[in-house]
């Protein structure tokens, strides 16, 4: 048995390519784990490759972009030390869409996963395939392509988030309900966008839920193997779940759907024909309407990011209404996190989407809500804490999952 | 790279005792997995190990009583066809012990995981710790360990299911509700049990949430890498949560507080100091409540087995405050169990305990609300089943735990 580090074992188990193809992402993976501080020595002997193998690996990283050698050496006991590499900042780059309720926005990331370019643009998408969801796309996916070709960077893959059920495997929608959605083949539609002509965009398009993309943008959580809910709040609310810095997708690929779980069997009537969701006490409209703004959907409601302002802006004034509103939206969520708490005897519960910038006014209802319902809250009280980026949260994890896969598997880029 | 089964090298990542003690496990886990079918070579061939390694792994495996040679022989192409392997039914067994909060119950099973002893009595444990609890876990234990000893069997360590958070590192129960148990040292209190002293019993007892261990009586299912939710109806309502064959415990092994989800905000006071949880809709002592029989606790109400034979009786009689009470808590549980399928995205849902027998009354309410309520219904409806074993359920995935504790890691069983 050759030693292997066991967590890139098991994390990372044989891909296509065979040997071959196995042995390029064990050592381009050791090189992601240590960027600038590992040599083709240093690939030897933490994967048990010979060095020759390990160098040879190395040099076919080098030639098809994915690593570079750095002016900076390894310090080393004796002799010349030998050359530092690195993930390349110059090959491959991912591009995450966002199609969300009420903006499109769009981020691409380099293979080190840093954030190359980021737009986000508001505008209602309920109801539109095409043309109309065409034109916003277009216009975000083409500066994000004018982003890449500047910064000599090569469009490895797309990924797009979209706030509902997705079937990855066919690339269509299933049901995206507050969208008006309803299988709906996106992938199609996003081929079908001018500006993507003739890029790898077409070839490559993958498709998750915004939650869980939104969940992979907390790379130091990831980084460090957490598990956590990421609580994504829109006009829906939804959630990704990462457990031991793995996203959990279910069976389908549907998990998350917190959004309907049930506060009150006699509450509001939801959009999913159910009544007392999460979503009708949390969701932004909600809080909008428990605030005194009539919001029907899709008639001149602000989207999320002006809808928070005005939340902010009434709630800061001491508008009671607002501040109910938002107490309510507290305690529904703590109640169904402390439900999620029990359930998983998570550490940690991270808070995104327009929770973020609410942060302040829901978090102390949460936690009064997990500490008297979550069992284990007295001896462990978890972390109830918000996401490192707003808006642009799912897009970036989107964008990050297409160079993951390339790192994953990098013979499939090498012999594209 | 040596070529290993992935699905044996991700879930057993090497353990004690370096080379050595990874082969053995490696080697004893083909036996296992392939009981009876395989030989030597077909264990060289399977890991990658050279053929006099795999041999001599063998040779200390059946020395150490954890595999016999078959009389049979597995069929080759040429020559004298090889001897067939399989896991010795004469070595080492494991014992577990349920205490729950109306019965005591015992199971031991042997290395290949076959039942050959089981055991439960009824008694209400709630506030006793030691002497009175020794009492009946002496009984229940003595009898096992005459049935080990009358097998000629070896015991192997005893693990011990508790309706309550326990710490797996310290022997601790850390609160167990219905039992009244606040930080007992469960450990403890056993190794004073008169009849067990003298018993490898004494060095290696481990404790776990009894929703947990029943969770692992699932055989069938955790063999074939299945994810699902086993929900364990007794007084309290607890679940184990299975991910791909492996049990998931959260960050402290507390997971699967099914009990204490919130149905309505504004329901009955529950134990833990809140209102309107599952427990006070579905709990067996709840139902009996619902159907009309006071039910103080510990005064005198029917045990989880006599209650539910009472129910069943008055039900399939036509008295309709029980059936009311039953629809009740299907309700309830399928609003729950909504929650956790929209979370997690499973196919399956095991009812045991109490909600085994009931399950003819309470289904149809269950997948109601899963059919209403679970965002992915419409086109995966997920299975409600009822468990494979009734009260012994939990004493038998302890005692399951227990052997394959020694299928993970042999070496240390062999060097005790």
Redesign the interface.
């Known amino acids: 048995?050759?030693?292997l580090s066991?967590r890139v074992?098991?994390r990372h188990?044989?891909r296509s390519g065979g040997?071959r193809g196995?042995?390029l992402g064990l050592a381009l993976r050791c090189v992601a784990a240590s960027s600038g501080t590992i040599s083709r020595a240093g690939i030897s002997a933490s994967t048990g490759l010979n060095r020759s193998t390990a160098s040879s690996l190395v040099d076919e990283l080098i030639c098809g972009g994915l690593v570079r050698e750095l002016e900076g050496r390894v310090p080393s006991g004796v002799g010349r030390p030998p050359t530092a590499l690195a993930l390349s900042e110059t090959g491959p780059a991912g591009l995450g869409l966002d199609v969300s309720v009420d903006y499109v926005s769009a981020c691409v990331v380099d293979l080190t996963g840093t954030i190359r370019h980021r737009h986000v643009v508001a505008q209602d998408q309920r109801g539109h395939d095409s043309p109309e969801l065409l034109g916003s796309v277009a216009s975000v996916a083409g500066d994000a392509l004018a982003a890449i070709a500047a910064d000599g960077l090569t469009l490895s893959g797309t990924a797009v988030a979209v706030p509902g059920?997705v079937n990855r495997e066919s690339g269509r929608v299933?049901?995206a309900p507050n969208l008006g959605w309803c299988d709906l083949d996106l992938v199609e539609v996003l081929r079908g966008v001018d500006v993507l002509r003739g890029h790898a965009f077409g070839e490559n398009i993958t498709l998750d839920n915004e939650a869980n993309f939104a969940a992979l943008s907390e790379e130091e959580l990831l980084r460090a193997d957490q598990?956590y809910l990421y609580v994504n709040g829109q006009v829906g609310v939804g959630?990704g779940?990462v457990?031991g810095g793995e996203l959990?997708?279910?069976?389908?690929?549907?998990?998350?759907?917190?959004g309907?779980?049930?506060?009150?069997?006699d509450g509001p009537r939801c959009g999913?024909?159910?009544r007392g969701c999460l979503e009708q006490y949390a969701g932004h409209e909600a809080i909008l309407s428990g605030a005194g703004m009539s919001a029907t959907p899709g008639a001149g409601v602000p989207g999320a990011r002006p809808a928070v302002d005005l939340i902010l802006q009434w709630a800061d004034g001491g508008d009671q209404r607002t501040i109910d509103a938002l107490a309510r939206a507290g305690a529904a969520l703590g109640?169904?996190l402390?439900?999620?708490l029990?359930?998983?005897?998570?550490?940690r519960v991270v808070l995104g989407g327009i929770y973020r910038e609410l942060a302040s006014w829901i978090i102390p209802e949460i936690e009064r809500e997990v500490t008297?319902?979550f069992?284990?809250a007295?001896?462990?009280q978890p972390v109830i804490d918000t996401a490192t980026y707003a808006a642009e949260a799912p897009a970036l994890g989107a964008a990050r999952s297409v160079v993951q896969g390339i790192i994953d598997d990098p013979l499939r880029w090498l012999s594209r």
Chains 1, 2 share one sequence.
Do not use: F, K, T
């Open positions: 048995m050759i030693p066991s074992a098991r188990p044989a040997l196995h042995n059920l299933i049901l598990s959630a779940l457990l959990y997708r279910g069976r389908h690929g549907w998990s998350g759907e917190v309907h779980q049930s506060i009150d069997r999913c024909g159910q109640v169904v402390a439900g999620c029990n359930l998983l005897d998570l550490d008297g319902r069992v284990g007295r001896w462990a």
